[in-house]
């Protein structure tokens, strides 16, 4: 009987052997890495934006302007009335901005020689300026009594703009136009006042002139769209995203465009400059906000987000990782940064540290896809597809070249893309930030939302990379920071 039961003893722990054995070797581990710390695994139905408004609730202080995407369904302006462009008239317009600049970057040092020096050549209209694709917008009142007006927001531009009356041309708006005329603290600017001289202190200079000793602004872009008005100075206020307060910045300093023109869109609104030019609203506001803001980016086109000027009172960001803005001979006007590497699900890319450095890299609101230094995005492409194999691969989409077709699924598994910087900083892109639905309501067309610039041209991580990503600009510090927390 003994012998009986030793031997079932045994029998049993050969058994349990085996069982683990296979166990082992089914959920096989690399060192220190699992399935789930390399790859997100979603339900397909949320790469698809929501048709129900899901509003942010983690604004952080009174000081915060909530961010809406145009065309959702959170949207004031049209409540899905306008038709919201295809991704490929976005990506078209992506890519003017992207080569607009770099053409920036490329040829403008800081006391604007070469800037004057090409001049004479044959440059395309709108050499200093490009609005992108992005339309995430806040909402602003401008004069006494304040007027509504809509704004994008744009790290990448200098000046801040809308449309007023009397207008020589508007393009349509889906707001009334403000009228300078029914605001008591509305002044124009003399010709020869320091304010009128940010305009030609600027790199480049907008295009100065005087009508009638008035300042005059020019904006032009690179798809022929531009706003030409005078430079003027009024009070702007917030209806900050708690609804109890309003944060008041008095003579405060626009243009006010007469004639304007976009060449792409059925209704459009202004725009907010957010740079590091002297006449950004950044630089405006230097001594109440210390020159220093972070915003979220919606997560989708359902979702809202929020910008937030000045320091939080806790400085509780320990979820935050700077990265230090390089000094370089030039006074750059965007936020630059310098990547150090990129991995997919965990493995860092065979890129050499030359080819992240060949025109350098920026943070930018106002760009869409991420764009980066053909050599990089090769190598991207070439892990996450080989990652990708499982599924069907439906080639391109006008200006994507990476694409999948996951009609078939409930569930897929998305490799993790992160964004190594200077210091030590690593950004883990979230899944709405890696993929994207390119066809309204439909996951037959999901793409990498990651393209390659033209050769020379350094990299611009677009607002799409930066979903579900608190990104802070602090430019007196010269850093930029990241983390997530705040925005999920």
Request: proline share 9%; net charge neutral.
């Given at each position: 009987m003994a012998v009986f039961l030793r031997f079932l003893l045994q029998a049993s722990l050969l058994v349990s052997c085996l069982v683990c054995s296979c166990f082992q070797n089914t959920y096989a581990k690399e060192p220190g890495e699992s399935q789930h710390s390399r790859s997100h695994i979603v339900s397909v139905s949320s790469l698809l934006p929501s048709t129900v408004c899901n509003r942010s609730r983690k604004v952080s202080s009174k000081d915060s302007l909530e961010l809406v995407h145009k065309h959702g369904p959170c949207s004031e302006l049209n409540q899905g009335k306008a038709k919201a462009p295809s991704w490929s008239e976005i990506l078209l317009k992506d890519q003017a901005r992207v080569r607009s600049i770099n053409f920036r970057r490329r040829y403008m040092n800081s006391d604007g020689n070469r800037f004057e020096q090409t001049k004479s050549k044959n440059l395309p209209f709108g050499y200093d300026l490009a609005i992108g694709g992005s339309e995430i917008y806040a909402k602003i009142d401008i004069g006494t009594p304040g007027q509504s007006n809509y704004v994008i927001l744009d790290t990448g531009s200098d000046i801040t703009w809308i449309q007023c009356k009397p207008c020589l041309r508007c393009f349509k708006q889906p707001s009334p136009i403000f009228d300078p005329s029914k605001s008591s603290s509305y002044t124009t600017l003399p010709c020869n006042s320091s304010k009128c001289n940010l305009l030609s202190d600027s790199r480049p200079p907008h295009p100065q002139r005087c009508l009638s000793n008035k300042c005059f602004y020019s904006s032009g872009y690179v798809d022929g769209s531009f706003s030409k008005g005078y430079f003027v100075q009024d009070k702007l206020t917030f209806p900050t995203a708690d609804s109890k307060s309003k944060l008041v910045v008095n003579n405060y300093l626009f243009g006010c465009g007469l004639n304007n023109r976009d060449t792409n869109s059925e209704s459009s609104i202004g725009l907010m400059g957010l740079s590091r030019a002297p006449i950004s609203f950044v630089y405006q506001t230097a001594s109440k906000f210390k020159k220093y803001f972070s915003y979220c980016i919606p997560s989708d086109y359902s979702s809202t987000g929020y910008l937030t000027f000045g320091?939080?009172?806790?400085?509780?960001?320990?979820?935050?990782?700077?990265?230090?803005?390089?000094?370089?001979?030039?006074?750059?006007?965007?936020?630059?940064?310098?990547?150090?590497?990129?991995?997919?699900?965990?493995?860092?890319?065979?890129?050499?540290?030359?080819?992240?450095?060949?025109?350098?890299?920026?943070?930018?609101?106002?760009?869409?896809?991420?764009?980066?230094?053909?050599?990089?995005?090769?190598?991207l492409r070439s892990a996450f597809r080989k990652e990708m194999a499982r599924y069907k691969f439906v080639g391109a989409n006008v200006n994507t070249d990476t694409c999948y077709d996951f009609s078939s699924y409930q569930t897929v598994v998305i490799p993790k893309v992160s964004f190594f910087f200077k210091g030590g900083v690593e950004l883990e892109v979230d899944v709405k930030g890696t993929m994207v639905a390119v066809v309204a309501d439909d996951v037959r067309k999901v793409c990498l939302a990651f393209g390659a610039a033209n050769k020379g041209d350094g990299a611009t991580l677009g607002n799409i990379m930066q979903r579900s990503i608190e990104v802070v600009h602090d430019v007196e510090g010269r850093r930029v920071g990241f983390g997530h927390g705040t925005c999920a």
């Open positions: 320091k939080p009172n806790d400085l509780n960001h320990k979820y935050i990782k700077f990265t230090p803005i390089p000094t370089t001979p030039q006074q750059s006007q965007y936020y630059d940064v310098n990547i150090t590497g990129i991995s997919v699900a965990g493995k860092i890319l065979p890129i050499k540290g030359s080819v992240y450095a060949d025109g350098g890299a920026i943070v930018d609101s106002g760009t869409v896809f991420t764009w980066l230094q053909p050599e990089a995005y090769a190598a």
